[in-house]
């Protein structure tokens, strides 16, 4: 019983330490740009740490302090997060399929379409009103002022290795044909007429093409790459939970089997003492 006991204690406090990198995945993404814009995400995972952190802890309290009905809970409510867990892995893996960069003609960055992205994740940008909270945000941050101070001729401009957002937020499409002054300031479209997007650009650094729907899809394009860095982390804890909650019915079981036995060996040994 000792054993066992012992061996729970352990195999709790490995599930209480894998509790951690969801946690620390759902910091990570509330710290994106993207992510603290739309805030889709971080939450939900964030959510799931804590709760991971609060069941384990749980069974290494029972598990030390003897207590089975707080282990029967532990265990019960671990398998449903890491069902839970397993929802998530799945669900971001399905949204973020889809998705690709289009080479810009010319240049060392790449452009990007909202067509191209999962309806489910338009949805979370196309609303009007999401759309205008979200254009609030990103207008605040410094991803398109940073780029006035990296770049200074067209050349070094068009060999940059621009971010999606970037690409997609801070300067008029390639196919516009306008001319580079400077990163955020472009004038004199050749092909106006060659994309919506053409006619909303603004030289206005608090509008740029915040309007666009290229921004849009520059910003799904950059969901898309840290959700998938994120599910490549939640996969591998995924799998280590599975196996640590594996472990502890095992040794749960053994506990009891043991317990019982023993129980078992004593009433026999009455037995034969009354005899």
């Given amino acids: 019983m000792v054993l066992d006991h012992t061996l729970l204690a352990g195999i709790n406090f490995l599930a209480v330490l894998l509790a951690v990198p969801v946690i620390v995945v759902g910091a990570w993404l509330s710290g994106q740009t993207p992510d603290s814009c739309v805030q889709l995400l971080q939450w939900p995972v964030l959510v799931l740490g804590i709760a991971l952190l609060a069941v384990a802890l749980a069974g290494f309290v029972g ?29 971001i893996y399905a949204v973020t399929a889809n998705g690709s960069a289009h080479p810009a003609t010319n240049r060392a960055y790449s452009e990007y379409e909202l067509e191209d992205y999962s309806g489910w994740l ?25 780029l006035n101070q990296t770049y200074r001729s067209a050349e070094d401009f068009f060999a940059a290795r621009l971010t999606p957002l970037q690409s997609g937020c801070c ?31 603004s030289n206005d650094q608090t509008g740029l093409c915040y309007g666009c729907s290229s921004c849009k899809a520059g910003l799904l394009a950059d969901l898309r790459r840290e959700w998938r860095k994120a599910d ?30 023993q129980r078992y060996k004593q009433g026999d040994a009455g037995g034969l003492q009354m005899h």
């Fill in 63 to 91: 598990t030390f302090w003897r207590i089975p009905r707080l282990l029967l809970f532990h265990l019960a409510a671990m398998l449903l997060l890491v069902l839970a867990l397993a929802g998530l892995v799945i669900f």
């Fill in 122 to 146: 338009r949805r979370r940008v196309e609303g009007r009103h999401r759309w205008e909270r979200i254009r609030r945000c990103l207008s605040s941050t410094s991803a398109c002022a940073d």
């Fill in 171 to 201: 300067k008029p499409p390639t196919a516009c044909g306008y001319t580079f002054v400077n990163p955020t300031y472009w004038i004199s479209p050749i092909s106006a007429l060659a994309g919506v997007d053409c006619t909303l650009w």
């Fill in 232 to 261: 490549v982390v939640l996969v591998i804890t995924l799998v280590a939970l599975v196996f640590v909650y594996a472990m502890a019915c095992f040794a749960y079981r053994s506990a009891k089997t043991d317990q019982l036995f």
